[in-house]
């Protein structure tokens, strides 16, 4: 099984290039099964979540081709099946997004459930719950959600907890509904703005994009079109917390500063000079060691859970003592284990913990237990003394592109094996 080598202890410089956002081409690819001509994306990352959703949508009939290692182009004219199957699902819980856009242009839906995942139990009670608003017979089956209707109506849906994946589900399938949907307390993340652009560029009419409160005026059909997909926040975020921890200077190009203050703040307040332009955003360090933050995580545009892993290393190493609390998902510090193998000092107690950096990490073999742990990991291991290796690397494929090559471009000594 390939593995993830690091040597410590060199400060990065250099520019990197940030990839299309994993958690925005998800459902973009998934919704591009509600229109009735090709679409074509670019920015499309290269991930093993990006495979695994066109392998999904390829079982579901369409047809997709790539035309550079960044541009995809899916002909959903051919769908003509609407199961989404246990194998596919089961090793991307994302897969769940094809419910909404399958649901709304062929009125009959069966999408495996995903069930939870190392970070925690994730239920779908909501996704079902807003296909029921507009109008759906929803079941659980045999392990699968089964959705059925004539025609999706328009509704009034009122989240009664902010779920970024529920947004994107019933934002798809409302936008082929006859009438008006008015979706309430939606999560108001970038990538359900980049999802929503991406719709309205297919000919979908939305109202409210990047608010809590999203009106879409349902439309017949949704025709072809282009759609570049808007860069990867926390992929910006890990490198930028990379760079700091190593006192070193990087900039990230086809960056969105716009789409990630919380983060930024933070970076500041453990002492980072961060300048940015449209689309870079340069991190400074000047050979100082960062302060210890506090973060909460909590729904955009507060602090991202999909940081706090890597928030977490940085602490470890810094002056001070940061509190760290996760309220998103209930087991979500499993990295934590892994760091104090390295030499972390990590008191846990429920849904927080408290890092004590400490002046020096150690290299160890760890094992990554979820993509942002993996992350963390290797952010750690960039400043242990030593050798680190790192197993169970396949996490990290899921969401980052190239990354060993991007360090390996910054002046970090890392490397793959196996
Ligand atoms: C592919 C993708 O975009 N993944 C992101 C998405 O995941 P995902 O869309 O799964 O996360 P949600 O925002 O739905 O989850 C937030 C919380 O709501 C709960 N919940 C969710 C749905 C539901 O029907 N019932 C329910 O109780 C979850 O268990 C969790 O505690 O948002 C998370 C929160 O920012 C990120 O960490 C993930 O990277
Ligand atoms: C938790 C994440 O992704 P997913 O929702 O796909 O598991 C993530 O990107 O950190």
């Not at 302060?291 to 002056?319: E, G, K, L, S, W």
């Amino acid at each position: 099984m390939a593995k993830i080598i690091l040597n410590g202890g060199e400060a990065l410089h250099g520019d990197v290039q940030i990839s299309g956002a994993k958690n925005a081409v998800l459902p973009i690819l998934c919704a591009t099964i509600l229109a009735d001509e090709p679409v074509t994306l670019s920015n499309v990352p290269h991930l093993h979540d990006v495979t695994t959703t066109i392998s999904l949508l390829g079982a579901l009939g369409a047809k997709i081709t790539v035309d550079d290692s960044q541009t995809l182009h899916i002909d959903p004219r051919s769908v003509n099946r609407t199961v989404a199957p246990y194998e596919l699902v089961k090793t991307m819980r994302a897969s769940i997004l094809v419910l909404g856009p399958l649901l709304a242009k062929f009125g009959h839906a069966e999408v495996s459930l995903p069930g939870g995942c190392a970070i925690g139990s994730r239920p779908v009670d909501l996704h079902i719950r807003g296909m029921q608003a507009l109008g759906a017979e929803v079941t659980v089956e045999n392990g699968f959600v089964k959705a059925r209707c004539d025609r999706l109506k328009g509704g009034r849906f009122v989240f009664d907890m902010v779920s970024v994946g529920a947004t994107e589900n019933v934002l798809s399938a409302a936008v082929l509904a006859r009438g008006t949907t008015v979706l309430e307390n939606c999560a108001q993340e970038p990538e359900i703005v980049d999802l929503a652009l991406c719709l309205q560029t297919l000919g979908a009419k939305i109202d409210g994009i990047g608010t809590s409160t999203l009106t879409v005026e349902g439309v017949e059909r949704l025709h072809g079109g282009r759609y570049a997909v808007q860069a990867d926040r926390i992929e910006t975020g890990t490198f930028l917390v990379a760079a700091a921890m190593t006192g070193g200077r990087i900039t990230c190009r086809r960056a969105r500063a716009d789409t990630m203050d919380s983060v930024l703040q933070k970076l500041v307040e453990a002492g980072a000079d961060i300048s940015h332009t449209a689309d870079t955003i340069t991190l400074d360090m000047g050979g100082r060691r960062p302060r210890a933050v506090d973060i909460t995580t909590a729904p955009y545009p507060a602090f991202p859970t999909d940081m706090q892993a890597q928030f977490a290393a940085m602490n470890c190493m810094a002056d001070g003592v940061g509190v760290i609390k996760e309220t998103i998902f209930e087991n979500r510090f499993m990295h934590m284990n892994e760091l104090m193998r390295l030499g972390a000092d990590v008191k846990i107690d429920g849904h927080t913990a408290i890092v004590r950096g400490v002046p020096e990490l150690t290299g160890a073999p760890v094992m990554a237990t979820d993509l942002r742990a993996s992350a963390s990991l290797v952010l750690a291991g960039l400043v242990a003394k030593g050798e680190t290796v790192i197993d169970r690397v396949y996490h990290i494929d899921r969401g980052y592109e190239n990354i060993e090559e991007k360090f390996r471009g910054l002046g970090a000594r890392i490397r793959r094996v196996g």
